[in-house]
């Protein structure tokens, strides 16, 4: 009997020690295997994209890929839905939203920011440097200030013209898809002009994920709005476990549904990206059907196993996709209504 038991103990002890074996001849294997990637919203996402590629394809880290992509969108003068430029609200004043969220549950945000040009950098600050998620208003600008940031006049000419066609008429309509519509093309005086934002998911080398998301909102919109962009759950979404989501499009209603989060957490439960995106959007024609009608929302989503995929009420939404095979792809967006 002890013979017996003496082999059968031996030959447990070598199993386990060749599975461990294999498990550490199969580690680098699979961390070989992540392919980093790199989604944002919309056709202006290729060149953030391509920004964020730069730290992705040297084995950063995603929270810096993602910085530092959306910060060519906010600088980019000539798009003026994000950042440096973008439209004014109704009494001239830009004020601008963002968060960020890393693959530890850590984000930060800030909130109808005024005077500083890369607000995602404030969030991250926030993120960084405070106990606080979100800061606001006054406030937000106080705390740039004080970490080193420059105070600038965010209203450039052209954006300010704009606005004082706008004024003639003072009447608001959001128009579906002007993100697109409105980027590096002709102005016309006197349009009424939407808003949109710029969100990004990442998947770096190490398997990890995080997000972005910054705007100037709606257009014209009224002193003190603030929508989905920087708000946790609404606009951004990250869970290094499952995925992560972005939205963009009429904020009010992602925040009535927590859109992002949502997404998430169908992908938890076996939904594919594009699936979960589906899901999002059909809530918002499920308890608002008529305004689903007129409205755009569109969801962005990235697994854990670099899957994307996206989908929206309206026609229109694109997305931009950068890894390691194409760093300037641009995906037409599937959607509810035709």
């Known amino acids: 009997m002890n013979s017996r038991r003496q082999f059968i103990k031996r030959t447990l002890v070598g199993a386990a020690a060749v599975g461990s074996l294999n498990t550490l001849m199969a580690s680098p294997q699979t961390r070989k295997s992540i392919q980093p990637i790199v989604i944002s919203t919309w056709d202006f996402g290729v060149a953030a994209n391509q920004a964020a590629w730069q730290v992705l394809k040297k084995k950063g880290r995603a929270l810096d890929a993602v910085e530092q992509g959306v910060q060519v969108a906010e600088a980019d003068l000539s798009n003026p839905t994000v950042g440096k430029g973008g439209y004014p609200d109704r009494d001239g004043h830009v004020t601008l939203d963002a968060c960020i969220m890393d693959e530890e549950g850590n984000c930060g945000s800030v909130a109808a920011l005024e005077h500083i040009a890369h607000p995602i950098s404030v969030a991250r600050m926030v993120m960084e440097k405070t106990p606080h998620v979100m800061l606001v208003g006054e406030g937000a600008l106080q705390f740039a200030l004080e970490n080193g940031f420059q105070r600038e006049n965010l209203l450039i000419p052209s954006s300010e013209k704009a606005w004082q066609e706008w004024l003639k008429e003072k009447k608001y309509k959001p128009i579906m898809n002007i993100e697109n519509k409105s980027f590096n093309t002709e102005r016309l005086p006197g349009n009424q002009y939407n808003h949109d934002t710029i969100g990004m998911l990442a998947l770096d080398a190490e398997g990890n994920l995080s997000g972005a998301c910054t705007t100037s909102g709606m257009a ?33 209603e992602v925040i009535r549904t927590v859109g992002s989060f949502l997404v998430v957490e169908l992908m938890r439960q076996g939904y594919s990206p594009e699936a979960a995106c589906k899901e999002a959007v059909e809530r918002i024609v499920k308890k608002k059907p008529a305004t689903a009608k007129e409205i755009q929302v569109g969801f ?39």
């Open 300 to 338: 962005l989503a990235l697994n854990k196993k670099g899957e994307y995929g996206s989908y929206a009420l309206q026609s229109g939404f694109t997305y931009a996709v950068c890894n390691e095979q194409k760093q300037d792809l641009v995906i037409k967006g599937k959607h509810i209504f035709k």
């Open 220 to 252: 014209f919109k009224m002193r003190g709005r603030v929508g989905d962009s920087p708000i946790i759950g609404a606009g951004l979404y990250i869970d290094n476990e499952v995925g992560g989501a972005t939205s963009t499009g009429v904020g009010e």
